[in-house]
């Protein structure tokens, strides 16, 4: 089974530039989360979805995020326009709510880096 | 207060040495819980789930108080590859669909 896909792996931009991430869910899985990762912050979860629907989109920073999903298998991350301060690795993960146990799977990461 | 807190370390110890973590959790309808672990660069993947009863898998041995609202985790005849950092979750799946509130995460590391 193919797990979690992110694309980019690796982004280096410049400040201002609209980026986007990518992010195919595990097949099957009903819920899908957009994390962010630094040093300073730890892991901090932007947003999630269910069943395609935004549940809690708190985390997400300020308006200059979005994300989507605009289907089962696949999400989008845009950050338009970029700044230096969020660099970090963005991480996409999905889960099944059908069982007992939540288990969450993560990508392998997008590395965003803004000049 | 965080919702989920754990010692962030770093613990090092030596080859061989027993280890053990402690994290706490605010809420109490929480139902499920884990632990992840987390190499460096890498994404994060789950080791364990936690069960009232407390489980075992090999070396790691995983238990869960309700009543204190705190979950551990000991690593026995610890291993080079087990340095990483190791991240306590716990989810109320009543409350919120599959979300899960992950803990800043427990460094180890492990030296010969």
């Known amino acids: 089974d193919a797990g979690v896909i992110q694309s980019p792996r690796h982004e280096v931009t410049e400040m201002g530039q609209e980026v986007t991430l990518r992010c195919k869910p595990i097949s099957g899985h009903n819920s899908l989360f957009w994390y962010r990762q630094t040093m300073m912050r730890g892991l901090e979860l932007l947003i999630y979805?269910?069943?395609?629907?935004?549940?809690?989109d708190s985390g997400m920073p300020e308006d200059r995020f979005s994300a989507k999903m605009p289907n089962a298998s696949f999400s989008t991350l845009k950050i338009q326009p970029s700044e230096p301060r969020d660099s970090a690795v963005y991480f996409c993960?999905?889960?099944?709510?059908?069982?007992?146990?939540?288990?969450?799977?993560f990508g392998p990461g997008t590395r965003l880096t803004v000049l | 207060r965080k919702e989920v807190e754990q010692d962030p370390g770093p613990f090092n110890v030596p080859e061989g040495a027993t280890v053990a973590f402690n994290c706490t959790y605010s809420?109490?309808?929480?139902?499920?819980f884990f632990w992840y672990r987390q190499d460096c660069r890498k994404e994060p993947k789950l080791l364990m789930s936690v069960y009232s009863s407390g489980n075992e898998d090999g070396r790691f041995t995983a238990q869960l108080n309700r009543a204190s609202q705190y979950i551990s985790l000991l690593i026995r005849d610890s291993k080079l590859s087990d340095s990483a950092t190791y991240l306590c979750v716990v989810n109320n799946p009543n409350t919120n669909a599959g979300k899960s509130t992950f803990g800043d995460g427990t460094t180890l590391t492990v030296k010969p």
């Open positions: 809420n109490s309808a929480s139902q499920s």
């Open positions: 979805f269910n069943n395609n629907v935004p549940i809690d």
């Open positions: 993960a999905s889960s099944s709510t059908s069982g007992r146990h939540d288990t969450q799977y």
